[in-house]
């Protein structure tokens, strides 16, 4: 549709830069999103795989803001080259999340 109003310069695909983009090369030609995924695919093998072992598996979607304080723990724990185990003294950032979550203020 761009194109026909010569609004695009560049059709190459943006991702790959090999092909046109188009809906379908995306979705099923271009090398990266056949990465991309493919490796999704995998996860869900891996997930249903191991969900046999159990009697009830169930997933719910979980809003980014419920996962503030995990998330900064996450981020908090890749400033570092090797495993941090935190027994009694945290970092003041993981703290003030911590008491954040606590007080249930995002």
Known sequence: VL????????SLCLVCKVEEESVSHFFRDCVFSKHVLGGISNLIKDIKKRGAKFR?????YV???ANVTT???AME???YGY?????????????RL???DRRGVG
């Open 3 to 10: 194109k026909s109003h010569k609004l695009v310069v560049n």
């Open 56 to 60: 009830s598996l169930q997933f719910r």
């Open 63 to 65: 809003p980014r803001e």
């Open 71 to 73: 998330h900064g723990l």
């Open 77 to 79: 724990g890749r400033k």
């Open 83 to 95: 495993p941090m185990y935190w027994v009694e003294e945290v970092p003041k950032e993981v703290e």
């Open 98 to 100: 911590v008491d954040k």
